[in-house]
């Protein structure tokens, strides 16, 4: 080959090459690639978006912001944004959900989920970071709940976040039985009700009387009809105790524990007689009332039940007149009835009318 031959050949590749070069300058790019607000320049020969992420070892989630798209192309200057969304528990007023945010603090991330208001009580600091794991957030919002304690209502505005916390924030104190409407442990809501109920439970011992019983025993010493108290009887005591329920002053429950008989009762004891007692002359029923009947017949009748007077005015063993005998409950005439009816009733008028009722015959009742 000539020398002329071969300079030329030389001068062909060298032009290539050179060419080359400068082609392969040309089509590199610088970006400014802003990941999480952190900015760096890059160059690169990548034509989308996803292969400079690529490139820059960033592998992003569905969650994450990036600007523009990854299959968008990329030319010379262009502006590339990753957003990296962090995942964070969050507990609302204790509601808990699982929100992604692409905030880098605390603070950013109530504003990107609209949580403006002030008073909020927060677990972490305004200005502390979120890490790209995320992080766990409770958000306690200010309500307003109506608060009923020993009869008084009022409606406070609080960021406490359970009942429980709301009373131990009001200084309220609850007793051994005392209840509230809501749990101690129940999320409080704007607009909620909580009420504490005084609870008091007291043993309470009510007495009542115990009545004695009766006992009798046959004297066959005495007469029919008669009754002696040998021993006077006297009432027991029994006591009951009941455990009672008052809430907020109203007697709610009253269970009965026991009942025990404090003072037994003393029997009475009464004898009762059992003697016939002995007829009386004319046929005159005996009576305990003290009163010589059978005198009085005997004065007036000669003792007959059914003697008549000699007018026919007045009949039986007391001589009663026909409108006398009504009076006293008789029925028919008095000669009629038997001896028993006709001392009963002379028995009714003497109550009602006394001994006058036989002018000439009464002292013979007392005799």
Not at 140 to 157: C, Y
Not at 201 to 221: G, I, S
Request: some cysteine; aromatic content about 4%; glycine content about 10%.
């Amino acid at each position: 080959m000539s020398r002329t031959l071969k300079l030329a050949l030389f001068a062909l590749v060298l032009t290539g090459l050179v060419g080359g070069s400068v082609a392969w300058y040309a089509a590199q790019k610088s970006l400014t690639l802003t990941v999480d607000g952190q900015v760096r320049e890059v160059s690169t020969y990548a034509d989308t978006v996803g292969e400079v992420l690529a490139e820059e070892g960033l592998e992003t989630e569905a969650h994450d912001v990036v600007l523009p798209a990854a299959e968008a192309a990329v030319a010379d200057g262009d502006t590339v944004v990753v957003n990296r969304a962090r995942p964070l528990q969050l507990t609302v007023d204790g509601v808990s959900s699982e929100v992604y945010v692409t905030a880098l603090s605390v603070d950013e991330a109530l504003e990107q989920l609209g949580y403006r208001a002030d008073g909020m009580v927060l677990s972490a600091s305004r200005s502390e970071r979120l890490p790209l794991d995320g992080m766990a957030l409770s958000i306690t919002t200010p309500k307003a709940v109506t608060l009923v304690v020993d009869g008084a209502t009022r409606v406070v505005t609080t960021t406490a976040a359970t009942a429980g916390d709301l009373l131990a924030e009001q200084g309220v104190v609850l007793g051994e039985h005392d209840r509230t409407s809501l749990l101690a442990t129940q999320p409080l809501l704007g607009a909620m009700r909580l009420q504490v109920f005084r609870v008091a439970v007291t043993e309470q011992v009510v007495t009542a009387p115990v009545p004695f019983r009766t006992v009798e025993t046959e004297d066959p010493n005495a007469f029919e009809g008669e009754e002696t108290v040998t021993q006077e009887g006297v009432a027991g005591e029994q006591a009951t105790t009941f455990r009672v329920t008052v809430t907020d002053g109203v007697e709610t429950a009253r269970e009965q524990l026991n009942t025990a008989v404090t003072l037994a009762p003393v029997d009475e004891l009464v004898s009762v007689g059992t003697k016939e007692r002995p007829a009386p002359a004319g046929g005159v029923p005996a009576t305990a009332d003290g009163l010589n009947w059978a005198a009085l017949a005997q004065c007036e009748s000669g003792g007959r039940a059914n003697a008549v007077s000699s007018t026919g005015k007045y009949h039986g063993l007391y001589q009663f007149s026909v409108a006398t005998w009504q009076a006293v409950g008789g029925s028919g005439l008095p000669s009629q009835a038997s001896a028993d009816e006709q001392t009963m009733r002379a028995q009714m008028l003497y109550a009602r009318s006394g001994a006058g009722q036989w002018p000439h015959c009464g002292s013979r009742l007392f005799s």
